[in-house]
């Protein structure tokens, strides 16, 4: 076990690893009545189809 002198400190990420603020679901246009699942814009539908397609391997 190791004593609390020899242990590393933990960092904390000052940028988010993602981000979420341009995902398809970022801005919910509606939502389905039963299942309450988000249904983007067309429009965001639109832009993240072309990012996919873009950023292919």
Do not use: G
Not at 26 to 32: G, I, L, S
């Amino acid at each position: 076990m190791m004593r609390k002198a020899e242990r590393k400190p933990r960092r904390i990420r000052d940028v988010p690893i993602e981000e979420h603020s341009t995902a398809a679901w970022a801005n919910v246009e509606r939502e389905k009545p039963d299942s309450k699942v988000p249904v983007p814009s067309t429009e965001d539908m639109e832009l993240a189809r072309e990012w996919v397609n873009h950023n292919r391997k």
